[in-house]
């Protein structure tokens, strides 16, 4: 099964902290995603990733960075993090299009951030 | 983005088949129809995917108009696991992403 892990279940951070999210996929895919969730407003594309070095910004990029430096990790980095960053964050992983089969998203089980 | 029209909310008996609509007026034809599930507190699970003809798979069938214009996410028998929130969304083949919308809240009654 394809697995994709997300380095912290909850996390408590204070307001202008910089923050490092985590996600680890084992299926070789090449395109990484981190969404957003919040009540009322549901899943939002923060940035996406199509290969090593490569980023590409979601919707609501702002305030946030991303790093992928191996084709399996994709960090999502909050450089200064704030209250209206609180929220359940999600990595997801996907084979590309082209690729025939199944090319489904598989998703982490989330990080929830609290900033105080 | 072409955008999808689900209810926001919907009941169905355990036990018994359930069909979830989506309408998706604005289809492209680069554009492939998922559905995603997302049960209480965890990620968003891949269901099924289809262009433009019906799809069975494990867990569900993939009913789509001969338009294109809308589908039908089946779950043949109901049980109270299949209680969660169930997203139908366009992928174009162009754009590996996908946006989501607010999903359809399935509930199960005993």
């Known amino acids: 099964d394809v697995k994709v892990t997300q380095s912290s279940r909850y996390l408590v951070k204070r307001t202008g902290e910089k923050v490092f999210l985590e996600c680890v996929q084992d299926m070789d895919h090449e395109n990484m995603f981190w969404y957003r969730q919040d009540p009322g407003l549901g899943l939002r594309l923060i940035y996406f990733s199509y290969d090593v070095k490569m980023k590409e910004k979601g919707d609501i990029p702002e305030g946030y960075s991303v790093s992928r430096e191996k084709k399996e990790r994709f960090s999502l980095i909050l450089e200064s993090a704030s209250t209206n960053q609180t929220s359940m964050y999600l990595c997801?992983?996907?084979?590309?299009?082209?690729?025939?089969?199944?090319?489904?998203?598989?998703f982490g089980s989330g990080t929830r951030l609290t900033v105080v | 983005d072409a955008k999808t029209t689900q209810p926001n909310s919907m009941e169905s008996n355990e036990e018994e088949p359930v069909h979830l609509p989506c309408n998706h007026s604005t289809i492209s034809g680069t554009d492939y129809i998922h559905w995603y599930r997302q049960l209480p507190s965890q990620g968003p699970e891949y269901v099924i995917h289809?262009?433009?003809s019906n799809v069975n798979n494990r867990m569900a069938s993939l009913a789509i108009a001969e338009d294109r214009k809308s589908s039908t996410l089946i779950l043949h028998r109901a049980t109270l696991r299949d209680a969660a929130v169930y997203y139908c969304?366009?992928?174009?083949?162009?754009?590996?992403?996908?946006?989501f919308g607010k999903g359809t809240r399935l509930h199960i009654l005993p």
């Open positions: 289809g262009l433009t």
């Open positions: 997801a992983s996907s084979p590309p299009t082209w690729r025939r089969g199944d090319y489904g998203y598989t």
């Open positions: 969304i366009l992928r174009d083949v162009r754009d590996d992403k996908i946006i």
